[in-house]
């Protein structure tokens, strides 16, 4: 309530998400994505998104790769861990010179941090996606919030 200076209205106002990141709607893009299939879709989207806005190539084609590695990711294993329907909410901000992506669903908790850390240094084929975007991104940011994982990529 401090922070919203009312009753939250929202889950995401709830869990105190930035509804905007200080960002005009122009400088964002929302995308639900309930299948694989929709996962290259929302890669292309974002590569447009960011072409769009003048976003340089090299920023705008990391933003997609690590979109796409993060979302397929929660599709083939966070969507079949349970009989329940899930669904992926990206949020895509350009800020400045960074692209944000908010990377946010209701799967069993998983932390790409903690799981990068643990990762055998010796074997790095295995994990690859997720070794690539934690070098690619400025920062990574995972916070587990009222049973949804919500990841939040600089790049």
Same mark, same amino acid.
């Given at each position: #309530?401090?922070?919203?200076?009312?009753?939250?209205?929202?889950l995401?106002?709830?869990?105190?998400?930035p !509804?905007?990141? @200080?960002?005009a709607?122009?400088? $964002?893009?929302?995308i639900?994505?309930? !299948?694989?299939?929709? +996962?290259?879709?929302t !890669?292309? $989207?974002?590569?447009?998104? =960011? *072409? &769009?806005? @003048?976003? /340089? $190539?090299k920023r705008?084609?990391? *933003?997609?790769?690590c979109?796409? /590695? #993060?979302?397929?990711?929660i +599709?083939?294993h @966070?969507?079949?861990?349970?009989?329940?329907?899930?669904?992926?909410? +990206?949020?895509? +901000?350009?800020?400045?010179?960074? %692209?944000?992506l908010? %990377?946010?669903?209701? =799967?069993?908790?998983?932390n790409p941090?903690?799981r990068? /850390?643990?990762?055998?240094?010796?074997d790095?084929m295995?994990?690859? @996606?997720?070794? #690539?975007? #934690?070098?690619?991104?400025? *920062?990574?940011?995972?916070?587990?919030?009222? &049973?949804?994982?919500?990841?939040?990529? $600089? %790049?």
């Amino acid at each position: #309530m401090i922070y919203w200076k009312r009753l939250p209205k929202t889950l995401e106002e709830w869990i105190t998400l930035p !509804s905007d990141f @200080g960002a005009a709607e122009e400088q $964002r893009l929302d995308i639900t994505i309930h !299948s694989m299939d929709e +996962v290259t879709a929302t !890669s292309e $989207r974002v590569l447009a998104f =960011c *072409s &769009g806005r @003048g976003i /340089e $190539r090299k920023r705008a084609y990391y *933003s997609a790769l690590c979109l796409e /590695e #993060m979302a397929a990711n929660i +599709v083939k294993h @966070g969507f079949h861990a349970d009989n329940k329907p899930h669904a992926v909410d +990206v949020r895509v +901000v350009h800020k400045g010179e960074d %692209v944000i992506l908010r %990377v946010k669903d209701d =799967c069993e908790p998983f932390n790409p941090q903690e799981r990068a /850390e643990l990762l055998d240094k010796q074997d790095m084929m295995r994990n690859i @996606g997720l070794r #690539m975007v #934690m070098r690619i991104a400025k *920062s990574v940011d995972y916070q587990n919030l009222l &049973g949804l994982n919500v990841l939040t990529m $600089r %790049v």
